[in-house]
């Protein structure tokens, strides 16, 4: 099945504790991106990936590390949490851009991962 | 910095009703996309309109892009309980790879 995950869904941690959220997709898919939702701002896009070794800044990257070393994988690393940082967090990946825009392609999201930092 | 924005905020309508919701942007646009979002669930890709069309249709749902007025609408059409849930448009700006997610619409179809 066609599907991207997230791991954990739920996680309760204390400020500066490093953790990183997994994110997998087994469609192929070149772009890929993280995104937090909080209540009354929509989603915010954090980074995003075009391919393996290429990454970029979202709107709201401050606090947030990722890296692109194999095309199925792109992993959201919180060096030092803290809890502004507590939010729902979505990764999400599309077909390649082919030298076009990111929204050419739909995304298809992961489940979500809902992280509290005390 | 958000470039949609969704309007109204949140919608409550009958069962067989039809509804309509509004997202407006800032800068030249590519592509618009509209996604789905039940509580809080991953987001589900409803439907795409890209910047040379005026109108798209898909089951029951239509959409229109006014790249004039920077803004598009959602209209679902005799609407179910089913369709209760969160609306978002999305879309770049232009000659950049970043999505840019309005703050939704939440719409509740009561049977």
């Known amino acids: 099945e066609a599907q991207v995950t997230q791991n954990p869904r739920y996680l309760i941690t204390v400020t500066g504790k490093k953790l990183t959220v997994t994110c997998s997709q087994n469609?192929?898919?070149?772009?890929m991106s993280w995104y937090r939702q909080d209540p009354g701002l929509g989603l915010r896009q954090i980074y995003y990936?075009?391919?393996?070794?290429?990454?970029d800044k979202g709107d709201v990257p401050e606090g947030y590390k990722v890296s692109r070393k194999e095309k199925r994988n792109f992993p959201l690393i919180l060096e030092s949490p803290s809890p502004n940082q507590t939010s729902l967090y979505f990764c999400?990946?599309?077909?390649?851009?082919?030298?076009?825009?990111?929204?050419?392609?739909?995304?298809?999201f992961g489940p979500g991962t809902r992280l509290t930092v005390l | 910095s958000q470039q949609g924005e969704e309007d109204p905020q949140a919608l409550s309508i009958q069962e067989g009703e039809n509804a309509t919701m509004n997202c407006s942007y800032k800068?030249?646009?590519?592509?618009l996309q509209w996604y789905r979002q039940n509580s809080g669930r991953g987001l589900v890709h409803l439907i795409l309109i890209r910047s040379n069309e005026r109108e798209k249709h898909s089951g029951r749902l239509r959409v229109t892009l006014d790249t004039s007025k920077k803004s598009s609408s959602l209209l679902i059409t005799a609407s179910r309980a089913a369709d209760t849930a969160s609306y978002f448009c999305a879309t770049d700006a232009a000659g950049t790879y970043k999505y840019i997610f309005g703050t939704g619409t939440r719409l509740k179809v009561l049977a």
């Open positions: 800068t030249s646009i590519n592509n």
């Open positions: 999400a990946s599309s077909p390649g851009t082919s030298g076009r825009t990111a929204s050419y392609n739909e995304q298809f």
């Open positions: 469609m192929n898919h070149e772009y």
């Open positions: 990936s075009m391919n393996v070794e290429v990454t």
